[in-house]
């Protein structure tokens, strides 16, 4: 299977050093210098499975944007945001635009690497929709909520919800453990499958879902938070 990343990068040495280790590593690296070029190639080459963009572009269309106009019309593809050390709103603001993750510069390629290998390893099984149990009913609800593992689908009272890989699970597994609180870490680790190191991530798909999920999102009905503890999926007679 061909492993195709999108690098939107509008310096051109760090464009290059990025795509030339991606391409070591065996991945199919497409660059683009601009948020305009990184849409056209998204459309000429649908089967891109993560793209990497950085926030700061020359132009009308920064790093958000893309990011925004991707989301719109792609719910599966994995999006890690390019950041400055200082940047740390811009961090939590491609978060809400609906990236996955970030990588701070400078990085290392083993750095990047590894969270494009993470991401990819994390959207196949997505896509693929793993069970646990072939014996398991793979629907779950909680009132009005449901997730169906085999369709990789959530709705709300009937009305599908669209949520992003990371965002469907996180709440696959909260709803998998109704009442039970997990920790940010403990999410992180789960989910990421490695030590966690950026816990604020969680809290930002946490808002996202809500805002997807709840009638009212400043009065949560089924995603809760556990003061000082972490979060959990509100069970429901």
């Not at 939107?8 to 991606?22: C, Y």
């Not at 050390?85 to 590894?114: C, H, I, N, W």
């Not at 014996?135 to 919800?161: F, M, R």
Request: charged share 30%; proline share 4%; glycine share 6%.
């Amino acid at each position: 299977m061909t492993r195709k990343v999108l690098v939107l990068e509008d310096e051109a040495n760090i464009r290059s050093f990025v795509v030339i280790n991606l391409k070591r590593a065996g991945y199919d690296a497409i660059e683009a210098g601009t948020g305009e070029e990184a849409l056209a190639l998204i459309q000429q080459n649908p089967d891109i499975q993560v793209a990497l963009l950085d926030i700061m572009l020359p132009g009308e269309m920064d790093g958000f944007e893309v990011c925004r106009r991707i989301r719109a019309g792609n719910s599966q593809m994995g999006i890690i945001m390019l950041t400055a050390r200082t940047q740390e709103m811009d961090k939590v603001s491609g978060l809400m635009t609906g990236a996955d993750d970030y990588v701070t510069k400078p990085f290392t390629p083993l750095e990047l690497l590894a969270r494009v290998n993470s991401h990819l390893r994390r959207y196949s099984k997505y896509l693929s929709a793993l069970k646990e149990d072939g014996n398991k009913d793979h629907i779950y609800t909680i009132g009005g909520l449901e997730l169906n593992e085999d369709t990789v689908e959530v709705s709300v009272d009937g009305e599908p919800v669209k949520l992003t890989p990371m965002e469907f699970k996180i709440v696959q597994l909260l709803i998998k453990n109704p009442g039970r609180v997990f920790s940010a870490d403990e999410i992180y680790e789960r989910i990421w499958n490695e030590k966690a190191v950026n816990t604020d991530t969680i809290m930002v798909h946490v808002r996202n879902i809500r805002e997807k999920i709840e009638i009212d999102p400043a009065n949560p009905r089924y995603l809760k938070v556990v003061w000082g503890l972490g979060y959990k999926m509100e069970k429901m007679s």
